[in-house]
């Protein structure tokens, strides 16, 4: 009789981060989880939620579907 363990767990290679996770992308993670738990599924509603959760975009000011693209873009690579 074989008995098989759990699964290995695996990493996609889009998945891995090269380096280790910073406290601001720590930060806008558990935002962005909190805004997601909170029922947001539009563009509008993730910026409008971290906007309300006073989260400064990567400048400095309100977050803009603009500025969430293009960090979301940055931490992508």
Request: hydrophobic share 30%.
């Amino acid at each position: 009789m074989i008995t098989r363990t759990a699964r290995e767990p695996y990493l996609e290679t889009h998945q891995t981060h090269p380096e280790p996770i910073t406290p601001y992308e720590r930060k806008l993670a558990g935002s962005l989880t909190e805004i997601f738990s909170g029922g947001a599924t539009t563009l509008d509603e993730v910026v409008d939620g971290l906007n309300s959760l006073g989260l400064n975009g990567p400048d400095g000011g309100p977050w803009t579907e603009q500025t969430f693209r293009a960090e979301m873009r940055r931490l992508g690579k």
